[in-house]
């Protein structure tokens, strides 16, 4: 199941991978439901603190499957998430 939302009602999961590039390919650091606050949050946070130790690493978040699309791209200027 998804969130949960007052009443009882939920959302619908929405499955994705947390993504590092630092030399090569991409490669995926955690999977976790971005439609839930309480993973999705952590998650971002965790990618911000760890770009501030090595600036030239890369992040992305993507939908999970053979043929990944991305959704977000952490600014390597300034670490902010930005929708692609």
Known sequence: MGAALP???TTAKK???????????????????????HQ????MEAAEMLHRLNPHSAWRIATEGALPMVLMRLDEVQPVWRPV
């Open 15 to 37: 499955p994705v991978q947390l993504q590092l590039k630092n030399s090569g390919s991409w490669k995926t650091v955690v999977r976790f439901d971005a439609a839930d606050e």
């Open 40 to 43: 999705a949050d952590p998650a």
């Open 7 to 9: 009443g009882g009602r």
